[in-house]
């Protein structure tokens, strides 16, 4: 069983930054795929980034060149850096935790992201 918990949330302006991480328990970190997600009020939730365990990374097209997941097996830890928050970032960002060939998916309980005009 991993447990995820998110932090780094709040209010931001148009063209802030934010940093938010997520804190993985258990000893299996290191073999898991690490994605941030978001739901926006009204919204599907949708695919931010993920970082695959061997360090390959994707983003959604909004997001490329403004935000860089990263991870720390050290220390289970995967961030989400965001630059350039938009308005339209606004929303509950979710970490994930996956590894389908094991059938493990987990998910935080979420933290808010609040970008102001």
């Known amino acids: 069983q991993v447990q995820l918990v998110e932090s780094g949330g709040g209010l931001v302006q148009a063209g802030g930054s934010l940093r938010l991480s997520c804190a993985a328990s258990?000893?299996?970190?290191?073999?898991?795929?690490m994605g941030w997600h978001r739901q926006a009020p009204g919204k599907e939730r949708e695919l931010v980034a993920i970082?695959?365990?061997?360090?390959?990374?994707n983003y959604a097209d909004s997001v490329k060149d403004r935000f860089t997941i990263s991870r720390d097996n050290a220390k289970n830890t995967v961030y989400l850096q965001m630059n350039s928050l938009k308005p339209e970032d606004t929303a509950v960002y979710y970490c994930?935790?996956?590894?389908?060939?094991?059938?493990?998916?987990?998910w935080g309980p979420g933290t808010q992201v609040t970008v102001s005009s």
């Open positions: 970082i695959t365990s061997g360090g390959r990374r």
């Open positions: 258990g000893s299996i970190f290191s073999i898991l795929h």
């Open positions: 994930n935790a996956a590894k389908e060939d094991y059938g493990l998916d987990y």
